[in-house]
């Protein structure tokens, strides 16, 4: 029985203990200067190391969208432009962000849940606090800093390298010329698009590295914990990434 409750009441406590560690990171802005060495590796580790990655999965998810849409525009009654019209809303809507997204949850977010995690099974964080610094400063705000900031720029990298893979697809194959690709992408232009998927990045951003931070601060257990925690990491910021998305796209759509 008291498993039980404790299994009913953990979600509940996650909740409650993760609003105060974020609360306590946000109050600790005021001492971003003591952290801004610290910003700028998490800025790179996050974001520039993350491009390769990132361009490689939106390449070939604009490829594949471009070749699956002129598979289902079989009828001569529409255009082949209308494949770009398709393709492009499709990345600057969706996919840029929610494959930036998944990338990152793997990549990023099992690091620093593990990253963290190992500092708190070896005492490392305990020894930061006895030397008289604020470890939720210090390890947590650029991590989460970095990742609001940089996912954004990986979703624009992750659209624009997913529109140029789309239309070399789209070349190769013969499904439709470079300037219908393109004609039909300006014609059937959104431009709330493009905002909409950056408010998923920045969100998408702050999820994940949040998230990650939390399981990995309160990690214990040794290396089976950090293990453990990790797994949790990445697969806790993949569902949010998911839920998030139909929230946003509810209230914003």
Not at 138 to 159: D, E, K, S, T
Request: contains cysteine.
């Amino acid at each position: 029985m008291p498993s039980i409750v404790l299994r009913i009441t953990q979600p509940f406590f996650d909740i409650g203990r993760f609003t105060m560690l974020m609360s306590s990171a946000f109050m600790s802005l005021r001492e971003m200067g003591t952290y801004w060495q610290n910003f700028q590796i998490q800025l790179v580790r996050i974001g520039i190391d993350s491009i390769p990655i990132v361009a490689l999965a939106a390449a070939f998810s604009g490829a594949v969208t471009t070749v699956q849409t002129a598979y289902q525009l079989v009828s001569p009654l529409i255009p082949p432009r209308i494949i770009g019209a398709v393709v492009v809303p499709s990345l600057t809507m969706e996919l840029g962000a929610v494959v930036t997204g998944f990338i990152l949850s793997g990549r990023v977010g099992a690091r620093i849940a593990a990253e963290l995690g190992t500092m708190r099974v070896t005492e490392q964080i305990d020894a930061l606090e006895a030397m008289g610094l604020n470890s939720i400063g210090y390890l947590i705000v650029p991590r989460v800093l970095a990742g609001i900031v940089m996912l954004p720029v990986l979703y624009v990298a992750a659209c624009l390298v997913g529109i140029v893979g789309g239309i070399v697809s789209a070349e190769l194959t013969g499904v439709v010329s470079t300037g219908e690709f393109i004609q039909g992408a300006r014609e059937h232009w959104n431009f709330f698009g493009p905002y909409f998927g950056l408010i998923k990045a920045f969100v998408f951003g702050f999820l994940i590295t949040a998230v990650s931070c939390y399981i990995g601060y309160y990690t214990k257990g040794g290396a089976d914990g950090v293990g453990r925690s990790t797994t949790r990491a990445a697969v806790m910021s993949c569902v949010l990434i998911l839920v998030a998305d139909l929230i946003l796209a509810i209230l914003l759509l």
